[in-house]
Every structure is written in structure tokens, then in C-alpha cells.
């Protein structure tokens, strides 16, 4: 099965996904395709599993650990308050962590709801791009390899 994930992976590996912070044990950092929640960020598996109940027991470990430590990095390097862990696999059915930033500063009722939640033209407004977001996933990188 070829899933978005794959192929992100696939271009992670060819040093052609320009969303990639960079490599963690268990696999690849990327900043989100959309950066509403600024940091919004990935954690894609490498190599890509079904699911996580699929990696056995060390393989979990470390994708459970390598996300946290993203999770970390983002409350350094950004004014975020707390840290939203998603490990979902519904509409792409392989494994991958949403990592989402929250912000004081985000409007209410959002910023005690899901990230989906926020209207869909809203989470569609800010758009990855590279040349805004590499000085963050330069320093998002920084903050996880201190951590490795």
C-alpha cells in the first residue's frame, strides 16, 4: 500500500521533502503541511508501520519516546503552553504522530478542543513554507538533537 505517509517517507529518505526537521531513531520529523497551530509538526515512521500495535515492544518505546522529545522541543522553542499527542491512522492508514502545539493566544472555544475542530478555511490559511518556517524547524531540530 502506498499512503501519503510513504511517500513522505520515501521523499524523507531522498533528501526531497522539504518539511523534514530531520531524523529520530524511530523516523522522520516533519513540520506540518498547514501551520495554524505554529509547529504543528510529525512524526512519520521509518520504516512505515500499519499501525503502532505493529511495532513490537522496543519499536514502540521508541516512537512513544522519540514523539515526547519532539513534544519537548516544541514547548522550548515556541510560547506554547502544552502539548496535544494524536496517533490516529484513519485517513492515512499507516503510522504517524500529529504533534500540535497549544497556545494560550489561540481564540476560544478552540483552545480546549481538538485541532480538527477549528473551522476548515482557518486551518487551511497558513500554509507550510519553507523559507518562513526553516529558522523553527532549524531550532525544533537543535532543541531534539540535545535530547538524542
Known amino acids: 500500500m ?23 531513531p524511530s523516523g522522520w520529523l516533519v513540520l506540518g503541511d498547514v501551520q495554524f497551530l505554529r509547529g504543528y509538526s510529525l512524526l512519520l515512521p521509518d520504516p512505515v508501520m500499519p499501525d ?12 512513544l519516546h522519540d514523539m515526547t522529545v519532539l513534544g519537548d522541543a516544541l514547548l522550548k522553542v ?11 491512522g484513519n485517513l492515512e492508514p499507516a503510522l ?7 497556545y494560550l493566544t ?16 482557518y486551518r487551511q490559511s497558513v500554509r507550510f513554507d519553507e523559507a518562513r518556517d526553516r529558522p523553527l ?3 525544533i531540530s537543535k532543541a531534539v538533537q540535545r535530547r538524542l
Not at 502506498?2 to 529520530?24: K, Q, Y
Not at 504517524?96 to 497549544?102: G, T
Open 96 to 102: 504517524h504522530a500529529h504533534v500540535f502545539p497549544r
Open 137 to 139: 524547524m532549524e531550532a
Open 2 to 24: 502506498s499512503t501519503l505517509i510513504h511517500r513522505r517517507v520515501e521523499a524523507a529518505r531522498a533528501g526531497t521533502n522539504p518539511t523534514v526537521i530531520g531524523r529520530v
Open 78 to 88: 515556541t510560547d506554547a503552553y502544552r502539548i496535544n499527542y494524536q496517533i490516529l
Open 106 to 121: 489561540e481564540p476560544e472555544p478552540y483552545r480546549s478542543s481538538l485541532p480538527q475542530l477549528y473551522e476548515p478555511a
Open 52 to 63: 503502532l500495535n505493529a511495532l513490537d515492544e522496543p519499536g514502540r518505546s521508541q516512537f
